[in-house]
T-cell receptor, first 111, second 114 residues
Framework: GENVEQHPSTLSVQEGDSAVIKCTYSDSASNYFPWYKQELGKGPQLIID?????GEKKDQRIAVTLNKTAKHFSLHITETQPEDSAVYFC??????????FGKGTMLLVSP | DAGVIQSPRHEVTEMGQEVTLRCKPISGHDYLFWYRQTMMRGLELLIYFNNNVPIDDSGMPEDRFSAKMPNASFSTLKIQPSEPRDSAVYFC????????????FGSGTQLSVL
């Protein structure tokens, strides 16, 4: 089955800096790569996703890049703000019924 | 819409007791998922339903776990008997094909088995 590795497990940045979280996947058939944000005491919430026919996608301060050859994808957050502090999960699947999540990255943005 | 609603938010029970977790998906969503979250194993898919029918329960850890979806607006996850290693946060999520593959998660149930 699919295996998703996520790094780093924790990431501390200063407000205004950029943050990058990286994930690798094992199943070359995976074609859907979402990122979820989980705030304390809440369930994960989708923030951005990308499909295998696209190399990069942006939404304001967040962007995701995908390298199918290397089987890795990354989340980039620019101009970080304290409210970006949360746990971020990457995932990979062939459709959401087979979604496999990474272990998560705790991002702490210090004022 | 109120989103996915889970109850209870917190459950503390003693080993050997029966535990029932409840979920109300978003109206109109035809997929429902149960996930378990622990520090060691992250987010694990336990079971999912499509149109109230269980499709894949290969993630259910053992026979002590069971899940039902008697109608489109209600699902339960039952653990009987519960064990300390079942302590985790259990999430319910729902989805609909018309919105792509986006999962909508509830706020979870924090289960502690003493």
């Amino acid at each position: 089955g699919e295996n998703v590795e996520q790094h780093p497990s924790t990431l501390s940045v200063q407000e205004g800096d950029s943050a990058v979280i990286k994930c690798t996947y094992s199943d070359s058939a995976s074609n859907y790569f979402p990122w979820y944000k989980q705030e304390l005491g809440k369930g994960p919430q989708l923030i951005i996703d990308i499909r295998s026919n696209v190399g990069e996608k942006k939404d304001q301060r967040i962007a995701v890049t995908l390298n199918k050859t290397a089987k890795h994808f990354s989340l980039h957050i620019t101009e970080t703000q304290p409210e970006d502090s949360a746990v971020y999960f990457c995932a990979a699947s062939v459709g959401y019924s087979t979604l496999t999540f990474g272990k998560g990255t705790m991002l702490l943005v210090s004022p | 819409d109120a989103g996915v609603i889970q109850s209870p938010r917190h459950e503390v029970t003693e080993m050997g007791q029966e535990v029932t977790l409840r979920c109300k998906p978003i109206s109109g969503h035809d997929y429902l998922f149960w996930y378990r979250q622990t520090m060691m194993r992250g987010l694990e898919l336990l079971i999912y339903f499509n149109n109230n029918v269980p499709i894949d329960d290969s993630g259910m850890p053992e026979d002590r776990f069971s899940a039902k979806m008697p109608n489109a607006s209600f699902s339960t996850l039952k653990i009987q008997p519960s064990e300390p290693r079942d302590s985790a946060v259990y999430f319910c999520a729902s989805a609909v094909v018309g919105l792509g593959e986006k999962l909508f998660f509830g706020s979870g149930t924090q289960l502690s088995v003493l």
